[in-house]
């Protein structure tokens, strides 16, 4: 009887402890959950598969630090992917705030990857006027950016002498936290100019996103941790990457942490049910 | 300009304007931009659209692709007049439009909004027949709502375990009318609070919340006959960040220890921490908001909880107020046309399909929102 | 005077500002800007009311020597610490103030908004009992949902994750829609019966 | 093991751990952070509602362009401090006046588009729904929760038979909802949980990668 209505009340400084524990001690410990992907996730990664690597492929960085832990590792998956396959890569952003996050990951994996700036990937960096850059794209690359992040004129770099317009831009990921982002992309890019576009999402935003997978204006989606974990395993299955997955390590935590909740709820009925039925 | 006018004549071979342009004045803008329009398309690669303004020369502002018709030009001084002309590409070839003119200007109503004031009008009017009802006296009847029910009772347990209650009026603006509707029910509880002498503390997130909070609760003990024992300090501002005003209300529960919590308004976030911390210290916690995201964690975590429009009801149900309640019947013959509306426009947006009825599909278009 | 005053300003305004809404004119635009410029400033001098409500709170406490009035010294401290920083130093980029932001105001917020995390566990855990019809339902939906997030529910069945998108955007958005709709007009009868004046809790009692 | 030397970022660190001290339970700690959390966001406050509205919107206008027109709203601001004067304390009505006309006002036009135009829109069930069944089926799902939970919240009459029933499903909808909503959520707020302990473990720390 003691130990039913225990169960039934376990105290709420020990349901804290066990939670704690169980989300921290994954982040020590990966244990490499993620092993079955979505469908949404596999299409983005055959979209980039699927590319020869004579043309770029485009990824936009639409968050800010705050977002950074859900979307960071998608960004560095993509890059490693693309350097991987020898896919030439453009980066732009239509967060001022996320240009810092931009260039810091593309610098860090093309480090690892040894790619040449210029010949391999440029960085854009940001610009005022969201729309106006994002159909400018569709006019000329040249006019809409006539230099880099870095003041480089476009007309020195080998890889912008390959891209005109979208017409030679087959794919592009914006990896977005919200407005402007993937929205922006559609609406405009994807809308007028026809470009196949891939998103990446925040968790909790990832439902607003449904509507535009059916009707096929976003191909492929990466939705939280979950998806940017998903990317990960992908990328280390089909042999592009060795290296540390750190979305899947949080998903492990996450994971953990939505078992735990539920075998507290769990317990607690068992509890609160034997008990009824003793009385 | 006549050089370059000349240019684009000579332009035209065999075509003397096959491509034809409409300039309009945007509909329902406020005079800043003006609409162009290719009534009569080409076979070209894409057309270039060129402005110029009186005095100055044609420039070029604009493309738009072989499949468009519509540019929309929005960096226009509003009464000015402008001429447009439009150019089709096709591989090294160029064919010139006529010259459309348009002087761009500002209207006063929107027409594209008409929807929303034919709605207002008409839900004004229930509102307000049915309160005119009410003060003509006639009985209207109103179903229990289970959480104000208790509002005496908590109030009654406060004074009995002689602990404070807390009212937390949310962390929205005078600006989100769930405050509102929680600051009417602060008066009606901190009446009670007055009869039975019971501390009632109200932290404020916003200062033009806090100073509402603050004379309603004054005149709320003043109208009962007690204004003496209204504490200034007991009506406070804490800070208008977020999760500062969280960490000093949990402060506040965990050290006062009230019997009663009230949330009532707009809450974000902060709601759980709230209504768990709450319900930690045993007190009964009457919560309601409008925030729909908000509601699981207010009915997980506290006894009674107002859901959505029930904070609306609640100061009507609470005051009896013939007049308030007069509204409340209003506003559920609102809801009985929104469910009319809502069958009846699906209904025939279904038979629309068949040819017969096609008029129909223009049904959807009123609920455009612009 | 004391009470027609407040009401007629109140109605005025609230005819102006619904009038406002339906005119795209550049007068119209251009009333609708002063008068948020107006709240601000208006704002701003509450914040005075404000200060002075804290202020005086956290004053009492120390002069009477009330238990903990230590800490009201640590909370005087910091705020004539920070306002004087911010008003001295402004607040740009490089300002003392921001530095201020990004390492106390910005983890403490983000730290006190993450024990969410921990206070969802034990209200799930408390509240989530299958006492009544209801109550099952919400506990069932919320298990479906939970598992469709991780890969944990994959495992279990693959279609987990679209079941939980089917709830999520089936029922789920129904519930939401029906307690939207019931919402709007109360506001809407609520902001009405403001501007007309029938609704006076604000000017205390007494309708 | 690589631990920061950033004296900010250990003041950082320390301050999370005291709030998370609230978890066990109130204590001096967590009471520090609190009143500390308290005082620098209104000193914050403050700072940000000089520079960026009473000195560009208010002083600027007044002062160095003789815009005379913001004597109105610094007048109506001023009232608030009727409340120091017992006979005219009945001033501060003025300006609560003022803002809640602006406010309703506000609410009613962008409640209706919002709420409710916009929701009416998105609910109606369309011919395109034709095409596709199980669009169809989850939209007609859809509109019956919504009538459903519309009938829940009738208060002026008594519910009873069809309305009864209606509005007992209208509660299904409702209950399934809300704990679909909560389950979603749990997702979001670990996260930011993890955020957390990523800054304390390795930021701070260094004990992860």
Redesign the interface.
């Known amino acids: 009887m003691k130990f039913l209505e225990l169960l039934?009340k376990?105290p709420?400084?020990i349901?804290?402890l066990i939670?704690?524990i169980f989300?921290?001690f994954p982040?020590?410990k990966p244990l490499n959950?993620?092993?079955?992907v979505?469908i949404r996730t596999y299409d983005l990664f055959k979209a980039i598969d699927n590319l020869n690597g004579e043309k770029p492929v485009l990824i936009s960085i639409d968050f800010d630090p705050q977002s950074?832990?859900?979307l960071y590792p998608m960004y560095l998956s993509i890059l490693r992917h693309c350097f991987a396959k020898n896919i030439p890569v453009i980066v732009l952003g239509l967060w001022i705030t996320g240009v810092g996050i931009g260039e810091e990951g593309l610098k860090l994996i093309a480090k690892e990857y040894n790619k040449e700036y210029g010949k391999d990937y440029i960085f854009l960096g940001w610009k005022p006027g969201i729309t106006a850059v994002i159909l400018g794209l569709g006019?000329s690359l040249k006019e809409t950016f006539p230099t880099d992040y870095y003041k480089n004129p476009l007309e020195n770099l080998p890889l912008a002498q390959k891209v005109e317009t979208y017409k030679d831009i087959p794919f592009m990921v914006s990896i977005s936290a919200g407005s402007p982002g993937y929205g922006d992309w559609i609406a405009y890019a994807q809308t007028?100019y026809g470009v196949k576009i891939g998103a990446g999402v925040?968790?909790?935003s990832a439902?607003d996103a449904?509507p535009y997978l059916q009707s096929g204006q976003l191909t492929g989606l990466l939705s939280?941790?979950?998806g940017a974990?998903e990317y990960e395993y992908l990328v280390e299955k089909y042999g592009y990457s060795k290296a540390?997955k750190?979305a899947t390590?949080?998903?492990d935590?996450?994971?953990f942490?939505?078992?735990?909740?539920?075998i507290?709820?769990i317990i607690?009925?068992i509890g609160?049910?034997l008990l009824r039925r003793k009385r | 300009m006549r050089k370059k006018f000349l240019f684009f004549n000579l332009l035209i071979f065999s075509l003397i304007f096959s491509l034809e342009i409409k300039v309009l004045d945007t509909p329902n803008d406020a005079g800043n931009s003006l609409t162009i329009l290719i009534t009569k398309p080409m076979d070209v690669d894409y057309y270039q659209i060129y402005r110029k303004e009186e005095g100055k020369d044609f420039i070029l502002i604009g493309k738009l692709t072989r499949e468009e018709r519509c540019f929309i030009d929005d960096k226009v001084v509003r009464n000015k007049t402008y001429s447009y002309q439009v150019i089709g590409i096709k591989d090294t070839l160029k064919f010139s439009s006529n010259i459309g003119y348009g002087i761009p200007k500002a209207q006063f109503f929107n027409t594209a909004r008409i929807n929303v004031l034919v709605g207002i009008i008409v839900f004004s009017f229930l509102i307000l027949y049915f309160i005119k009802k009410a003060r003509k006296g006639e009985k209207l009847f109103i179903r229990r709502i289970s959480g104000l029910d208790a509002v005496e009772e908590a109030v009654g347990r406060a004074t009995e375990m002689g602990k404070p209650i807390l009212f937390v009026p949310g962390i929205g603006s005078v600006a989100d009318i769930a405050t509102i509707a929680a600051l009417n029910i602060l008066g009606e509880v901190a009446k009670k609070a007055a009869q039975y002498d019971t501390t009632l503390l109200v932290p404020n997130r916003d200062v033009l919340v806090y100073t509402v909070a603050y004379e309603v609760v004054k005149e709320a003990y003043s109208n009962v006959g007690r204004p003496d024992a209204f504490k200034e300090g007991n009506i406070f501002y804490i800070t208008d960040s977020q999760f500062a005003y969280t960490a000093a209300v949990d402060g506040i529960m965990v050290r006062e220890k009230p019997a009663t919590n009230f949330f009532l308004g707009t809450f974000y976030a902060e709601s759980l921490i709230l209504a768990e911390t709450g319900a930690a210290t045993g007190a009964i916690q009457i919560a309601g908001t409008d925030m729909v995201p908000q509601l699981p964690f207010f009915i997980v975590a506290c006894d009674y909880t107002l859901i959505g429009e029930e904070l609306y009801a609640a100061s009507a149900y609470l005051s009896r107020e013939p007049l308030l309640l007069g509204s409340l019947k209003g506003q559920d013959y609102g809801k009985l046309i929104i469910l009319f509306i809502l069958l009846i426009s699906s209904l025939l947006l279904l038979l629309s399909n068949f040819p017969t009825f096609s008029i129909f599909s223009k049904i959807i278009e009123f609920f455009n929102v612009s | 005077m004391q009470r027609s005053l407040p009401l007629g300003l109140c109605f005025i305004m609230g005819i102006l500002m619904i009038i406002q809404f339906f005119s795209p004119h550049p007068i119209s635009q251009q009333f609708f800007d002063t008068i948020i410029k107006w709240i601000r400033i208006i704002s701003a001098f509450a914040l005075v009311l404000g200060v002075r409500s804290i202020s005086l709170r956290h004053i009492e406490a120390v002069k009477r020597r009330k238990s903990g009035f230590v800490y009201s010294i640590f909370t005087l401290l910091a705020l004539v610490i920070t306002a004087v920083l911010g008003l001295v130093f402004g607040i740009g980029p490089k300002a003392p103030i921001r530095t201020i932001f990004n390492n106390i105001l910005v983890p403490l917020g983000a730290t006190m908004f993450s024990i969410l995390a921990f206070y969802m566990a034990s209200a799930a855990y408390r509240a989530f009992r299958a006492r009544t019809f209801e109550a099952t339902l919400l506990l069932i939906s919320a298990f479906i949902v939970m598992l469709g997030m991780v890969p944990i529910g994959n495992w279990i069945s693959p279609h987990f994750p679209a079941i939980a998108e089917w709830i999520l955007s089936v029922p789920n958005m129904a519930a939401k829609r029906g307690i939207l709709f019931g919402v709007a007009l109360g506001v809407i009868a609520t902001s009405l019966k403001i501007i007309l004046g029938i609704e006076r809790g604000w000017l205390g009692g007494r309708r | 093991m690589n631990i920061s030397l950033d004296i900010w970022t250990w003041i950082s660190a320390l301050l999370t751990l005291f709030i998370f001290s609230f978890l066990y339970g109130d204590n001096p700690f967590y009471k520090f952070a609190e009143h500390i959390f308290v005082g620098v966001s209104v000193g914050y406050t403050i700072a940000i509602t000089w520079h960026n509205f009473l000195y560009p919107d208010l002083i600027i206008p007044l002062f160095k362009q003789g815009n005379l027109i913001n004597l109105i709203p610094a007048f109506l601001g001023i009232l608030y401090f009727s409340v120091f004067f017992k006979n005219l304390s009945w001033m501060i009505r003025i300006p609560i006046g003022f803002v809640l006309g602006y406010g309703s006002g506000v609410a009613i036009p962008a409640i209706f588009q919002a709420n409710i135009i916009r929701q009416i829109q998105g609910s109606l069930l369309t011919p395109k729904l034709l095409e596709r069944t199980d669009l169809l089926i989850a939209s007609i799902i859809s509109l019956f929760g919504i009538v459903c939970t519309i009938i829940y919240f009738f208060f002026s009459r008594e519910q009873k038979g069809v309305s009864k029933i209606m509005a007992k499903c209208g509660i299904i909808f409702l209950m399934i909802g809300f704990g679909a909503s909560f389950g979603f959520t749990v997702m979001a707020r670990v996260s930011l949980l993890l955020g957390r302990l990523q800054f304390l473990l390795r930021d701070w720390l260094g004990l992860i990668r």
Do not use: C, D, W
């Not at chain 1, 942490?257 to 539920?262: N, T, Y």
């Open positions: 039934t376990i709420r400084r349901i804290f939670l704690a989300v921290i982040l020590f959950l993620t092993t079955k979505s950074m832990p859900e006019r007028r925040t968790a909790v439902a449904y939280g941790l979950k974990s540390f750190s390590q949080l998903m935590s996450q994971s942490a939505h078992l735990i909740i539920m507290l709820v607690g009925n609160y049910f």
